[in-house]
């Protein structure tokens, strides 16, 4: 399975936009890129996914870079509530993984007041 | 919807106890998953299912077993504890796994496992 590569700690201001590289250089072409993030005491969450093109939805922003060996998770203003580790995810889709996310230690998000 | 439910939420054990961990979830589907979450790192896999009456062995199997009886239950066992299970364990469950495709994994809350 690829790998991904994030910085263990991040700090951001609150109301302050925020983005969080990761780094996946050994991405094949079937990977998806994943994100997740896990508040305090609380189970993994979904963020948002995507392949080749920038994604959006209500939670966040996926900016993926042309060649894929990147991307970042955006966070468009910073609540106190999105203090939490994320973890980016490569999920392949044909074959090889039975569907499990292979977690890394993620970045944890430290949010400001 | 509840999603996805652990019972329990907390759990100390005794060194060669036993102990069953129950997973439901209520959206149909077809995969399920057990994870193990030790301090400061990342979940790792212990064992999945593909579908009702099926089990497979993930990244940290030995010491666990499973069962998937009914689709909606995944049961995760510990036959004989030991100390170096104490750990949070999340169960998780989605449509296909990434097998077909982007998917969503729903994760329940955890259950907290101390074993003396």
């Known amino acids: 399975d690829a790998k991904t590569t994030q910085p263990n700690s991040m700090e951001s201001n609150e109301e302050e936009p925020v983005h969080l590289p990761c780094n996946h250089s050994?991405?094949?072409?079937?990977?998806?890129i994943h994100w997740y993030r896990q508040l305090p005491s609380q189970g993994p969450e979904y963020v948002i996914h995507?392949?080749?093109s920038n994604v959006n939805n209500r939670m966040a922003s996926l900016a993926i870079a042309e060649d894929r060996k990147s991307s970042t998770l955006i966070l468009h203003r910073a609540t106190l509530r999105d203090a939490a580790v994320y973890y980016c995810i490569l999920g392949a889709i044909w074959g090889g993984s039975q569907g499990n996310l292979i977690f890394g230690k993620g970045t944890k998000l430290s949010v400001k007041p | 919807n509840a999603g996805v439910t652990q019972t329990p939420k907390f759990r100390v054990l005794k060194t060669g106890q036993s102990m069953t961990l129950l997973c439901a979830q209520d959206?149909?589907?077809?995969?399920m998953y057990w994870y193990r979450q030790d301090p400061g790192m990342g979940l790792r896999l212990i064992h999945y299912?593909?579908?009702?009456?099926?089990?497979a062995k993930g990244e940290v199997p030995d010491g666990y077993n499973v069962s998937r009886l009914k689709k909606q239950n995944f049961l995760l066992g510990l036959e004989s504890a030991a100390p170096s299970q104490t750990s949070v364990y999340f169960c998780?469950?989605?449509?296909?796994?990434?097998?077909?495709?982007?998917?969503?994994?729903?994760f329940g809350p955890g259950t907290r496992l101390t074993v003396l």
């Open positions: 995507g392949l080749t």
């Open positions: 959206m149909n589907h077809e995969y």
């Open positions: 299912s593909v579908g009702e009456g099926t089990t």
């Open positions: 050994t991405i094949s072409g079937t990977d998806y």
């Open positions: 998780a469950s989605s449509y296909w796994g990434l097998t077909k495709g982007a998917d969503t994994q729903y």
